[in-house]
């Protein structure tokens, strides 16, 4: 079974310039997280889609979005992007489903440089 | 909100063992553990629920204290394949929307 597949992996933007990113979730999984990953913040949450609804979304400005397609696939989107921005950005998926304890698996993440 | 990790790096050699913490101040429903290498995705170890049991696969297991909202991941006999950043992630509620608040990470070395 394929794990969570994010493109692209390494990318260099500029300020100002936008940037969108793709997910794969596992087979199956119908929801989507992203996060952000920085040394000074850590792993922080930005978002999640189900069945192409955002159900929650963390604390993050407007620049900050993101969808999802009818085969779970998600994409998030940063727009004038700023220096702060540089960080390692990571799709989660799970099955989402009520019930307990739904397993989140990672994605290999995209390393986003803004210079 | 986010909770603390304790210690923030340990250091072994091969063969010793190491507890890591993980510390709420708020009541919890699930604790995730995950191991990140440097350049790697977080790796899935495991999940413990409020009311569930100890968890535990080969030398690698974790309880979930209710009362004391704390977590504690075990290592033992541990191998320079362990090295790498442990972190918490923990939920308040079964809302299975795949937000986590992860502690800031603890950094584990084994030495030959």
């Known amino acids: 079974k394929a794990g969570v597949t994010q493109t692209p992996r390494y990318l260099i933007k500029t300020r100002g310039q936008q940037v969108t990113l793709s997910c794969s979730p596992i087979s199956g999984h119908r929801s989507v997280s992203w996060y952000q990953q920085t040394p000074g913040q850590g792993l922080q949450f930005l978002f999640e889609?189900?069945?192409?609804?955002?159900?929650n979304k963390g604390n993050f400005p407007g620049r900050f979005s993101g969808r999802q397609f009818s085969n779970s696939r998600s994409e998030m989107n940063v727009s004038t992007l700023e220096l702060g921005d540089s960080a390692l950005y990571l799709c989660a998926s799970s099955g989402g489903q009520a019930g307990s304890g739904n397993t989140i698996y990672f994605g290999e993440g995209s390393w986003l440089t803004v210079v | 909100q986010q909770p603390v990790q304790s210690p923030q790096a340990v250091i072994l050699r091969e063969g010793e063992d190491a507890v890591i913490n993980c510390s709420s101040s708020k009541a919890l429903y699930s604790v995730h553990w995950y191991r990140q290498k440097h350049g790697e995705a977080p790796v899935f170890l495991m999940i413990l629920l409020k009311g569930g049991e100890q968890k535990g696969h080969d030398k690698i297991s974790a309880s979930f204290n209710e009362k004391k909202q704390q977590s504690s991941l075990y290592l033992t006999a541990s191998q320079l394949s362990y090295s790498g950043t442990y972190f918490c992630g923990t939920e308040k509620q079964a809302s299975n929307t795949g937000k986590l608040i992860f502690g800031q990470g603890t950094t584990l070395q084994v030495k030959p």
């Open positions: 889609y189900f069945s192409e609804t955002q159900r």
